[in-house]
C-alpha cells in the first residue's frame, strides 16, 4: 500500500478564502501582525477596499499594495501612526488577492516572529 503526496501550487493555495501571511489576532483586540508578505481574498463584486497599517519597528518601514495583481502602489511610514489606504480594485476575477509586502520586516527583542506591520479594519466594498 503506498501514497501519492500531491503539492497544491502556489496558485492553489493563495486561492484559499482565508487572509495568509498574518499571524493570530493580539489579545483583545482586532489588530494583527503581517509578515513579510500578506494577501486578503477579494469577495467577488467588490470595487473598493481600505484598511488601517501602523509600523512600530524601530525604523521606517515601507508597504507595497497590489490589488488583484494589478498596479503597485508603494506607501511609506516613516511613524509610528495608523496609516489609511485604500483604492479600487479593478480587472478582479474569481480567486484574486489584495496583496501588502512589506520592507523591512524586524524581529523585536525577545519575540521569535519575523515581523512586518500591524493591520486592522480590512473592508471590501
Do not use: K, N
Not at 496558485?11 to 499571524?23: E, F, I, N, Q, V
Not at 508578505?37 to 519597528?57: E, I, K, M, N, Q
Amino acid at each position: 500500500l503506498g501514497y501519492e503526496y500531491v503539492w497544491p501550487g502556489p496558485g492553489r493555495l493563495l486561492r484559499s478564502a482565508d487572509p495568509t501571511g498574518l499571524y493570530a489576532e493580539e489579545q483583545g483586540s482586532r489588530l494583527q501582525w503581517s509578515t513579510d508578505w500578506a494577501t486578503w481574498p477579494v469577495p467577488t463584486g467588490a470595487t473598493s477596499f481600505t484598511l488601517r497599517v501602523r509600523s512600530v519597528a524601530p525604523f521606517p518601514q515601507a508597504v507595497t499594495i497590489e490589488p488583484c495583481g494589478g498596479a503597485r502602489r508603494r506607501v511609506p511610514l516613516p511613524d509610528h501612526d495608523w496609516h489609511f489606504i485604500g483604492g479600487a480594485l479593478e480587472g478582479c476575477g474569481p480567486g484574486d488577492r489584495l496583496q501588502l509586502r512589506v520592507t523591512p520586516v524586524w524581529r523585536p527583542p525577545d519575540d521569535a516572529r519575523l515581523l512586518g506591520v500591524m493591520t486592522a479594519d480590512v473592508r471590501f466594498e
